[in-house]
Structures are given as C-alpha cells and as structure tokens.
C-alpha cells in the first residue's frame, strides 16, 4: 500500500465509550480506609487553620488582658485624683457661700443699723423741737416763767 492509499484519519479522537476502570469495584473495607483517611485529612487541614485562628485569636487576648488591667489601674487612679480635686472644688465653694452668706448677713445688720439710727435721729430732732418749744415759752422776754 502506498502513502497516497492510506485513508487520512485525525491525530486524536475523542472516545465514544466511557473508559472502564481497569481494577475491580472496591471493598467495602477498602471504601471504610478511604473514608477514613479522608476524614482524618480533612479534620487535620480544618484542624490545623482553625487552631492556628484560635490560638492567634488567644494571643490577642492574653495581651489585650494585660493592657486593659493597666488601663483600669491608670483609671482607678485617675479617678482617686478627680475625687481629690473634686473636694478641692466643693471647699471653694463652700467657702464662698458662707462668704456670700456673711456679706448677705453684714448686709443685713447695716440696714438694721441704719433704721435705728434713722429712729434714733428721729428721736433726737423730736425731742429738740419738744425742748426748743418748752425753751420758747419758758423764756419770754428772758425771764422764767
């Protein structure tokens, strides 16, 4: 047969037929030992990211335990300090109320003062134009009466 003879055919062709396994069907302790080293490898891959997570995700606390218990002791000791100015403060103002409270008292003793000596002037100038009067018809013409 010459060349020219042969029929052309394509390099690959794809199979009409499903290619069969060339082994038997398996065990069933075959398909329990697959099963569970498939298992096995799947809990040790979701294992081993998920643990790693975690104890990432541990680290972070244990640390930021640390860091909060220093901030509740800046806290605790901030909050002593506000409590002491606090009491600073509240001196102050008691102190300037009771100031307050005496000018208002001061206040309030001049204005007393001050209306009894109006009375007490008021007295005074009665009782001079009671003597002036009683002088007046004492002396007339310079002479007792």
Same mark, same amino acid.
């Given at each position: 047969? %010459?060349?020219?003879?042969?029929? +052309?055919?394509?390099? $690959?062709?794809?199979?009409?037929?499903?290619?069969?396994?060339? %082994?038997t069907?398996?065990?069933? @302790?075959?398909?329990?030992? #697959?099963?569970?080293? *498939?298992? #096995?490898?799947?809990? $040790? #891959?979701? =294992?081993? =990211? &998920?643990?790693?997570?975690?104890?990432?995700? #541990?680290?972070?606390?244990?640390?930021?335990?640390?860091? +909060?218990?220093?901030? !509740? @002791?800046?806290?605790?000791?901030?909050?002593m300090?506000?409590?002491?100015e $606090?009491?600073?403060? @509240?001196?102050?103002?008691?102190?300037?109320?009771?100031? &307050?409270?005496?000018?208002?008292? &001061? @206040?309030?003793w001049?204005?007393?003062?001050?209306?009894?000596?109006?009375?007490?002037?008021?007295?005074?100038?009665?009782? !001079?134009?009671?003597?002036?009067?009683?002088?007046?018809t004492? *002396?007339?013409?310079?002479r007792?009466?």
């Amino acid at each position: 047969m %010459s060349a020219a003879a042969l029929p +052309i055919q394509p390099a $690959s062709t794809p199979p009409t037929q499903p290619l069969q396994p060339t %082994s038997t069907a398996p065990t069933p @302790q075959q398909v329990d030992e #697959a099963r569970t080293a *498939f298992t #096995a490898s799947l809990l $040790s #891959a979701g =294992t081993s =990211t &998920v643990q790693s997570d975690l104890q990432a995700r #541990a680290g972070d606390l244990h640390a930021n335990a640390a860091a +909060i218990d220093k901030q !509740e @002791q800046d806290l605790l000791k901030e909050t002593m300090n506000l409590g002491k100015e $606090s009491d600073k403060w @509240q001196k102050l103002v008691d102190d300037g109320a009771r100031g &307050v409270k005496e000018t208002g008292d &001061v @206040q309030n003793w001049a204005e007393m003062l001050e209306r009894d000596l109006c009375v007490l002037e008021d007295t005074m100038a009665m009782a !001079e134009e009671k003597a002036g009067s009683d002088n007046n018809t004492a *002396f007339v013409n310079g002479r007792h009466r």
